[in-house]
């Protein structure tokens, strides 16, 4: 037995994200107690490498079988062929079940794995697809376990995918909370000038359909109040958003600065947070926005209500709709007083159960059970 486990990640995409930024942390703490072989199933998406400290023992693997395509035995076999060899195997989302598929088809000297949900993207946001269901649930048969961070993720794996109780586990995401309680530094979001009297509305989001942040641009069009909005973050519904703002004629106070690392820098510029998401499970952004000492505004998507604190719970709407989004981000913005007790309950539950070494613990506790290794990583 190797005195340091080596860890094969497949994941849907390497681009950082929630998922990303969690696999990353966990690395980052695990040290110099493991080596780590990084697969992404999206050719050259890697952007999350830049989250990975200095020192820490990775690889990003090179010519990997394609995790994506047309299911066949051939396919599963290379997959299965390449894994041999690493002491766990760790898969992330949809794009990297065949991961698991290959395993459930070929186990003969297969390594464990553990398996992780974060959530679903735009051809799923509607409704979850009854062919990956049935798809899921047979190959999930062969993971040591599910990881999961949200109660609504756990429901389906347990009634829809079919997985024992025993095999899931739903563990919350988890930030390091106290440099958020830091002054935010002064530029840290290119192209933010507040102007006196003005709240800022920040959002925090890949711009991707699912995210609809078009929505939130018309809803922040219509406030009776001086804002600007700030939409932190990279992606294809970039022009969309600007072509919202500029039918709405604000796009004078929309500021897209693209990606900004460390959040903690800038996430107190913010004087509120707003979600305008069809399909979220346990948004990192709203745990960041909560230490900050935010309010926080959304959609009833994912776990949000059960997140935020009850003081919060009022602006988490029990229904889609930008009017509604409208409404809540008018209450806060016209209402300072509002906004700093509300935020000031967020942060309190933020410190108390979403710091991140409780998430950190139970990953490496998974992890070593599934390898029969306990103290290996932590």
């Keep these: ?179 958020y309680a830091q002054e935010p530094e002064a530029g840290a979001i290119p192209g933010l000038v507040r102007k006196p009297g003005e709240i800022v509305i920040g959002s925090v989001a890949g711009l991707r359909a699912v995210k609809d942040l078009p929505q939130l641009v018309r809803a922040a069009g219509g406030l009776s109040a001086r804002f600007r909005l700030v939409i932190v973050g990279e992606g294809p519904e970039r022009a969309a958003i600007e072509a919202a703002a500029m039918a709405m004629g604000i796009d004078d106070r929309v500021v897209l600065p693209g990606f900004l690392d460390r959040p903690y820098r800038y996430m107190r510029h913010f004087d509120l947070l707003a979600l305008s998401s069809r399909s979220e499970q346990f948004p990192i952004s709203v745990v960041e926005a909560m230490a900050a000492g935010l309010p926080v505004v959304a959609p009833p998507v994912g776990d949000v209500a059960d997140m935020v604190a009850p003081e919060n719970a009022p602006f988490v709407m029990e229904h889609h709709g930008e009017v509604r989004l409208r409404d809540a981000m008018q209450v806060l913005a016209t209402n300072p007083d509002l906004r700093i007790a509300i935020g000031a309950a967020n942060r309190a539950k933020a410190v108390a159960e979403y710091d991140e070494s409780a998430m950190i613990a139970r990953y490496a506790a998974l992890y070593e059970n599934a390898m029969g290794r306990p103290g290996t990583l932590i």
């Design 1 to 179: 037995m190797r005195s340091v486990p080596v860890i094969l990640h497949l994941h849907s995409t390497f681009d950082l994200g929630g998922k990303e930024a969690r696999a990353t942390r966990l690395m980052n703490a695990f040290g110099d107690r493991a080596r780590h072989v990084v697969v992404s199933s999206m050719p050259g998406r890697y952007g999350a490498r830049d989250r990975i400290d200095p020192g820490i023992d990775y690889e990003i693997a090179q010519d990997p079988p394609p995790l994506t395509g047309k299911p066949s035995v051939a396919r599963f076999d290379a997959i299965a062929r390449f894994m041999r060899g690493f002491d766990l195997v760790l898969t992330y989302n949809w794009g990297a079940i065949d991961g698991v598929m290959a395993r459930r088809v070929f186990r003969n000297g297969a390594p464990p794995l553990v398996h992780h949900e974060d959530g679903f993207n735009e051809d799923e946001a509607g409704g979850l697809k009854r062919e990956r269901n049935l798809y899921r649930r047979f190959a999930l048969g062969a993971a040591h376990a599910l990881a999961v961070p949200s109660r609504k993720l756990e429901r389906i794996a347990l009634d829809i995918w079919k997985q024992p109780r025993v095999k899931v586990h739903r563990i919350a995401n988890g930030i390091a909370t106290a440099p």
